[in-house]
């Protein structure tokens, strides 16, 4: 048992270290400009290890070749894993500002609109973590109040408010799950990509057209295509090999 779980520590070491080789290998290519080769090495990365300066890089090497469409798809992977990461945020907010496609989404309720800005720049992990602190707290508190630290009446008042942020922090990370497992999203990559009525590729049936860059949310597969609904509520279908799902 011991020698099994040595194997798996040293596994796990000559991975990491073999990972890191390939990124310093990245990162060379990237500081004397050979931008393919290093999204070579980004990309291989990519397959096996979710970092979200592994994407930065990634995107700033996709950028730097013109690829403004899998740069956002780049740059959208990082901020999955590090919404509050500065760079991330710029350099997808940079990229965002030059691609053609501005769409706007409706405007929601001013509650609302607040609520989705904090959300989207918290991670599962970090609402695991809150909820944990909170259900720290609240064990303290049955501690103090078991050592006669407090007052029935403060005891029961502080409970009752822990257990009501404890509701709603529950809620917030059930909604930030279905949002990051049950939905899938996307980036067009090619230069421009027709929406279909249905999935059947007829010169008759585009209904409109969107670039590189687009961003849209994958609510049906078949066959080799995609369903997809726009941020302004347009839907269609579209070819998946000339997309990115993030």
Same mark, same amino acid.
């Given at each position: 048992m011991k020698f099994f779980i040595y194997l798996i520590f040293i596994n796990s070491i000559l991975l990491s270290q073999s990972a890191d080789s390939l990124f310093q290998l990245a990162n060379r290519y990237y500081v004397?400009?050979?931008? /393919? &080769?290093? !999204? /070579?090495e980004y990309e291989e990365l990519a397959k096996k290890y979710e970092n979200e300066d592994l994407y930065l890089n990634l995107g700033n090497s996709y950028y730097k070749i013109g690829q403004l469409g899998n740069a956002i798809w780049a740059y959208e992977k990082g901020y999955l894993l590090a919404p509050r990461d500065n /760079? !991330? *945020?710029y350099n997808l907010n940079f990229v965002r500002d030059q691609i053609k496609d501005r769409i706007i989404p409706p405007e929601d309720f001013f509650i609302i609109s607040i609520y989705r800005? !904090? !959300? *989207? &720049?918290?991670t599962l992990i970090d609402l695991i973590t809150i909820l944990g602190l909170l259900i720290l707290t609240i064990s303290v508190l049955f501690f103090l109040q078991w050592k006669r630290r407090f007052s029935n009446k403060l005891y029961s008042t502080f409970n009752a408010i822990l257990l009501i942020v404890i509701f709603i922090i529950s809620g917030i990370m059930l909604d930030k799950y279905w949002d990051v497992s049950d939905r899938e999203h996307g980036i067009v990559t090619s230069i421009s990509l027709d929406v279909r009525s249905s999935p059947i590729s007829r010169g008759e049936n585009i209904v409109f057209v969107i670039h590189e860059g687009a961003k849209f949310e994958i609510i049906?597969?078949?066959?080799?295509w995609y369903e997809i609904s726009l941020l302004d509520g347009k839907k269609g279908w579209i070819f998946s090999k000339e997309v990115r799902k993030i």
């Open positions: 004397n400009e050979q931008f /393919d &080769k290093a !999204i /070579d /760079d !991330i *945020n800005s !904090i !959300i *989207n &720049k918290l049906n597969n078949q066959q080799g």
